[in-house]
């Protein structure tokens, strides 16, 4: 396994520095995390690592090709067994190639575009800078997405089109519609079959607010609505759910800027297993020198198997400008146990501006 994601990781490499060096019309990124997590409830530990390449390709006027793919490597396994998810690069299962997005992108002028191919809900709506930083799994997506429906969140994809629309500036709108069931395995991810895997669809309206700090104030609304494959293999509906989030800057000293952090969702039907979440935290950027960030989140979950509160303290440490240390602390209570859990995050991001 190790010789496999080292020898993905150079041809990665190798693919990206060609690219790079062949046409200016390339973007390319890649990170890679190792991530040891340890509960100090149970004393289990674990070992985590992610490896994630992208490219951007300039082709014709307006449009570009976007690719991005992941490896992912455990040992050890979960040291926790709560829905709201200790690590957001946790997989239970090992794979050494899982394709994210294998999609084009059109622009049509400067304020309309439509992307069509293989995407991940992730990459395209949860990628906000306060939210960013905590490594908690519901911090990178809604638990009423990822609980409720079988949808291309991580570490899944699935084919569906995305459209962005900025009629006037600092707003955006955003519509998907994806596969009603996404996947990581080849034979099954480029695949549009509403009439067997259903449909889900999703969308956004954001607004945002320049500030005089690093991060701008920004307030969204969304929707998520699909119809999903039952246990006997018909295709039943789900009722629609709504999700929001605020980002707001509080107050600046010096050149650190302190974020108030609000989401939620709730769906209009209680008979699913996840039907409600939400979370409130602060966010302190450009700390001292080096440009610390430190932030601390309250997540809780409204699950039929019992409501769930995860409370995540957190600092990330920029050792140069492509190599970060990330410590964090999560303390989870759920109605059947509580436990106490800590990570410690290395990040390796490299990439050129597209």
């Known amino acids: 396994m190790y010789r496999i994601l080292v020898g993905l990781a150079a041809c990665l490499c190798g693919m990206v520095v060609w690219a790079q060096e062949t046409s200016s019309r390339v973007g390319w990124n890649l990170t890679a995390i190792t991530e040891g997590e340890w509960s100090m409830t149970n004393g289990k530990t674990s070992w985590i690592n992610y490896l994630e390449a992208g490219v951007d390709v300039g082709l014709w006027k307006g449009a570009a090709f976007e690719g991005m793919a992941i490896a992912t490597y455990q040992a050890g396994g979960a040291v926790d067994n709560d829905n709201l998810g200790l690590s957001n690069i946790y997989t239970d299962e090992n794979k050494p190639l899982r394709l994210?997005?294998?999609?084009?992108?059109?622009?049509f002028g400067k304020y309309f575009s439509v992307s069509l191919g293989l995407r991940n809900v992730d990459a395209d709506y949860f990628t906000t800078p306060a939210t960013g930083l905590f490594t908690g799994a519901a911090d990178a997506d809604y638990p009423i997405l990822s609980l409720n429906y079988p949808l291309a969140t991580f570490p899944l994809s699935a084919m569906g089109i995305h459209v962005e629309c900025l009629p006037m500036n600092g707003l955006t709108l955003k519509a998907s519609v994806y596969n009603g069931v996404a996947s990581d395995a080849f034979n099954r991810q480029f695949r549009?079959?509403?009439s067997s895997d259903g449909v889900f669809t999703l969308g956004c309206i954001s607004y945002e607010l320049p500030s005089k700090g690093e991060q701008a104030a920004s307030y969204t609304l969304g929707y998520v609505y699909g119809k999903t494959p039952s246990e006997d293999g018909s295709v039943h509906e789900k009722e629609t759910g709504f999700w929001g989030l605020l980002e707001q800057p509080l107050v600046l000293l010096g050149k650190s800027q302190l974020v108030l952090l609000g989401q939620g969702a709730a769906m209009t039907s209680r008979d699913i297993p996840c039907n409600g979440y939400w979370g409130g935290g602060l966010v302190m950027n450009r700390i001292a020198r080096n440009d610390m960030t430190a932030g601390i989140v309250f997540n809780r979950l409204l699950?039929?198997?019992?409501?769930?509160?995860?409370?995540?303290?957190?600092?990330?440490?920029?050792?140069t400008?492509?190599?970060?240390l990330q410590p964090a602390l999560h303390i989870i209570h759920h109605n059947k146990h509580n436990f106490v859990a800590g990570l410690l995050r290395l990040s390796l991001e490299l990439g050129n501006e597209h």
């Not at 994210?100 to 622009?107: A, D, G, N, P, Y």
């Not at 039929?304 to 995860?310: F, L, N, R, V």
């Not at 400008?321 to 970060?324: E, G």
């Open 321 to 324: 400008s492509w190599l970060s």
């Open 192 to 194: 549009f079959c509403p």
């Open 100 to 107: 994210m997005q294998v999609s084009l992108r059109q622009f």
């Open 303 to 319: 699950f039929a198997d019992g409501d769930e509160t995860d409370i995540e303290c957190t600092i990330h440490c920029h050792i």
